[in-house]
């Protein structure tokens, strides 16, 4: 046009524009109609018919072969007010081998289908539509306001007459307008898109679309302006961002990525509604079968409304830090009250030290050693305690009062017998035997072997957790970039399992608060490294001075499985935060890996505080947690229900619970050999036929008999239900396990005559009640990779905090802090007994 204007002037133009198109789509179509007519109409007589085409005018016409139709049409159009314009087509009567072609010319575009549209399904399944409606691309215009032609040219193939209807009207409501609801219909052959212009100052959009049907299956796409628009369900998704939805979708869309600063918002109803979890139709007879679609129109609302400013990111960061940073001070200002409290106890202590040396006496309370329940005889506690000379007994009495006997020497010590030495006894495997089978164990049984060899053992659980987190998060960050890369290059938003109605990108994240959201887990899990590491070098001092207290009294203190548990704490924020980057049930895995690590290294924790010369080796705990993960990798690839797996699975799960519970009961000592049914027969005859007699440990019994009850139930559950998210459930019978191993610790410990001290109580009060907290919004349940994209969206809500953290990220901020909460009841809990000796401290 600017060219037209150059060579002839504005004033030929405007008189003789109209005259001139009209002229050109003549003889544009006497030379491509044989083309588009095909070689049967060459030598034919073709009759081109013209008319000037109104809008809001219904034509009813007929076409043949021999017969074209070209309707002219214009319309002013204008930079200031866009307004659609949608072409309608009925035909009247169908001739499903010979088609009616519809070819729509504009200025920068040429729009062409067919009347009946064949659209395909899923195995070539195909359904046609007589009636159809499109609506026409809007070329920009430089012009304040300019007259655009275009012309909707009739043919057919056939020889007989096809009779259909032609519409063209204007879509007033063309330009979506902000936090304004718009209604319309769409189907598969009459979709709908419109247009919205960013306003001045605004950035980012978020597109929401809602319906009260769940079917049939739609199609929300956002695609830039320009020719043609893809509308279709057959070519939709090749440019631009796109989703499936049922009831509920939402897109976020950026200023950045338009360089119009405007975009269209697609609507198109698929043919079929497995990309929706709908139920799976017929498959066809014959091939070139028909199949009857049926109605599939669609009421849908839209509505876009403005996103997050930058202050709102601000704030959502700071607010994520504060509450960390918070724990920090915390821990900090507990810190200097123990410090400050200690210099006290000290001072008082040294002032006291005269009076039993002046005066020769020494005043035990008689309620300090604790005591089992009063069905424990005097005898069975004699038994199994070590005999004590009266000097020992002294020394014992001192140390129990809170004094310090610095001039002992280790080699004196109750719980001195080097590894190496034990170990070169010929009669070691029945003094193991001896000592390991006595009715009641006290820890000075179980802590034998030097703690220069254990302490050695369990910083491998450290170093081993290292090598994995590193060989294990690599590859994972790296696929999570491709996932990443990958959306934003083919604008697939089903790939991603995100709350839509909460996703605030930053970058090349699409949800950027769900990853913010975990740092809490990397923050907090430094924070519970550096309380372990300060205890260690306080409890390496004293072991340097030769203090009684740190040699003899108390829980032998092995801190290498503490630190094992804040580096998986670390780790679960960091996979947790690579999850979110792209959440999938292919990856899901990668935000339970260390979860399962977490369960693992608690019981395991648990147990080797009472037992800590048999707990497991580093090696052969990392080997099981590898076996489950590998389950859970199975579980999610194969475990949807298959029958077969579910089977085996429960069969593995109820023998290994059978064996776990053996070796728990008696200590290690047996054997899995030829011998060992004989051996069962023999115990069940001797023991509950012949003489009938209970369960030598009672406790350990009651214990593995709940403990096997609730695995055989969790067993059964899947078996039966054979639930979708293995990973889920395979997390859950860790938790339930280590839930009732804890629970068993802390009745037993208070059985035991021990105390809980206050700061320990605090921990168990203030960590069950974030945990009760965090489970309520865990359970939300805002996505889940279970089910199909479009149904997963169905639980999408918008953000309850600060316009930015939704319900999953505040389940992310409590459970890293009830995990934290629980890692220091772990290290807190036994601290009444440091003062305790050894051999006064029972096994359970």
């Not at 030379?31 to 034919?44: I, N, W």
């Amino acid at each position: 046009m600017l060219r037209d204007e150059i060579l002839f002037g504005s004033h030929w133009k405007s008189r003789y524009k109209k005259t001139f198109g009209v002229a050109a789509g003549v003889l544009l179509w006497l030379c491509v109609a044989p083309l588009a007519c095909g070689s049967g109409a060459l030598g034919e007589k073709n009759n081109v018919i013209q008319k000037d085409g109104e809008f809001d005018v219904t034509y009813n016409d007929t076409v043949t072969s021999g017969n074209q139709t070209i309707y002219a049409f214009n319309h002013t159009v204008s930079r200031t007010k866009t307004e659609g314009v949608r072409v309608s087509v009925d035909l009247l009567s169908p001739n499903l081998k010979s088609p009616i072609l519809f070819v729509v010319r504009q200025k920068q575009a040429v729009l062409s289908f067919q009347v009946p549209l064949i659209l395909r399904g899923l195995y070539q399944r195909k359904y046609p539509y007589n009636h159809l409606g499109r609506t026409l691309c809007q070329p920009p215009t430089r012009a304040a306001s300019e007259i655009q032609y275009f012309f909707v040219d009739v043919s057919t193939l056939s020889n007989q007459g096809t009779n259909y209807q032609l519409r063209v009207s204007r879509v007033e409501s063309f330009t979506l307008q902000t936090e304004t609801k718009f209604s319309f219909t769409s189907s598969p052959s009459q979709p709908q898109y419109f247009k919205y212009v960013f306003p001045e100052g605004v950035d980012t959009v978020i597109v929401k679309v809602t319906s009260e049907m769940t079917f049939p299956c739609s199609v929300m796409s956002i695609q830039d302006i320009q020719c043609p628009v893809y509308d279709l369900d057959n070519n939709v998704a090749f440019i631009g961002m796109y989703q499936t939805m049922t009831k509920k979708g939402a897109i976020t869309v950026q200023r950045k990525d338009f360089p119009s600063n405007s975009f269209y918002v697609v609507l198109v109803v698929k043919t079929e509604d497995e990309a929706c979890g709908g139920p799976l139709r017929f498959y066809p007879l014959r091939p070139d079968e028909l199949i009857d679609a049926g109605n599939r129109s669609k009421t849908l609302d839209i509505v876009v409304s403005l996103a997050i400013k930058s202050d709102v990111y601000v704030m959502g960061m700071l607010l994520c830090l504060g509450i960390f940073l918070s724990f920090y001070l915390a821990t900090l200002l507990v810190a200097c009250l123990e410090k400050k409290r200690a210099k006290k106890r000290e001072l008082f202590q040294n002032i006291d030290d005269t009076s039993p040396a002046e005066t020769g006496k020494i005043t035990v309370s008689p309620n300090e050693y604790g005591s089992l329940d009063s069905t424990i005889s005097s005898e069975a506690v004699t038994e199994s305690a070590p005999s004590l000379d009266s000097a020992a007994s002294a020394d014992h009495y001192m140390e129990r009062s809170g004094w310090k006997n610095v001039g002992r020497s280790r080699q004196e010590s109750l719980s001195s017998i080097e590894e190496d030495d034990y170990d070169t006894l010929d009669d070691i495997n029945s003094d193991k035997n001896i000592v390991r089978t006595k009715k009641y164990l006290c820890v000075s049984d179980l802590s034998r072997k030097d703690k220069r060899v254990l302490s050695k053992k369990y910083q491998i659980y450290f170093w081993n957790i290292a090598t994995i987190a590193v060989f294990y998060a690599l590859p994972v960050v790296q696929l999570v970039i491709t996932y990443q890369t990958v959306v934003n290059v083919t604008g697939n938003q089903d790939i991603c399992y995100y709350n839509f109605m909460c996703a605030h990108p930053l970058g090349a994240l699409s949800a950027f608060n769900n990853i913010l959201s975990n740092l809490g887990y990397v923050m907090l899990g430094l924070l519970f490294l550096l309380i372990v590491l300060k205890r260690d070098i306080v409890h390496n001092r004293a072991l340097a001075c030769n203090e009684v207290g740190a040699l003899e009294c108390g829980i032998p203190k092995h801190f290498g499985l503490f630190y094992a548990m804040g580096t998986a704490l670390m780790m679960e924020g960091l996979l947790s935060a690579c999850y979110h980057v792209c959440p999938n049930y292919t990856n899901f895995q990668f935000d339970t890996s260390f979860m399962y690590m977490i369960a693992g290294l608690c019981m395991l924790k648990l147990y080797q505080k009472r037992h800590p010369d048999i707990n497991a080796s580093a090696y052969t705990a990392y080997a099981c947690l590898a076996a489950v993960i590998f389950f859970s990798v199975l579980g999610v690839v194969f475990g949807r229900g298959n029958t077969v797996f579910w089977i085996v699975f429960s069969v593995i799960h109820i023998l290994a619970t059978l064996l776990l519970s053996t070796q728990l009961y008696y200590m290690g000592r047996w054997r899995l050999d030829s011998g060992v049914v004989r051996r069962m027969v023999y115990v069940v005859y001797t023991d509950c036929i012949r003489h009938c007699t209970g369960p030598t440990y009672i406790d350990r019994m009651v214990l593995l008999v709940m403990g096997n009850l609730v695995n055989w139930t969790l067993a059964a559950y899947g078996l039966i239900e054979r639930p979708n998210d293995f990973a889920s459930y395979l997390l859950a019978i860790a938790i339930c396990n280590l839930l009732l191993y804890f629970a068993f610790y802390i009745i037993m410990k208070l059985r035991s005559g021990e105390r809980i001290q206050c700061l320990a109580l605090v921990c168990i009060l203030f960590t069950a009640v974030v945990w009760g907290f965090a489970l309520y919004f865990f359970f939300q349940g805002l996505s889940t990779w279970q089910k199909t994209p479009a149904e997963s969206r169905e639980h999408n809500r918008d953000c309850i905090l600060l316009s930015f953290f939704d319900d999953h990220d505040i389940w992310h901020f409590l459970s890293s802090i009830a995990m934290f909460g629980s890692f220091l009841v772990l290290l807190t809990m036994d601290d009444d007994l440091d003062t305790v000796q050894r051999d006064k401290i029972y096994v359970f």
